[in-house]
């Protein structure tokens, strides 16, 4: 991780076009300012990984129906191919 330090009023730039801007500090608290193109996405930590963790969940629960859809056709189509001895009808 790069260390910077940095006084109120004082910013960094990241790339060409990112500029974070030290506006307030009281205590234990930084407010700061980001300066960026709309199509950066900014969140604050906490919420970027609720929003990974929600996303982890809902990928998980769209695998999981995707499994129990293709079991249930699997499971409709089972003996539909085979005669009583389980032989191919086909053949």
Known sequence: MLVL???????IVIGDNIE???LEIQGDQVRIGVK??????IHRK?????IQEENRRAAEIQ?????DVLKQALMMGK??????????KDK
């Open 36 to 41: 960026a193109p709309k199509n950066v996405v």
């Open 5 to 11: 330090t940095r006084k109120k009023d004082q910013s």
């Open 79 to 88: 003996g539909q191919g085979r005669n009583k001895k389980g032989e191919d």
């Open 20 to 22: 974070i801007t030290v």
């Open 63 to 67: 695998n999981n129906l995707s499994t």
């Open 46 to 50: 906490e919420i970027y990984l609720e």
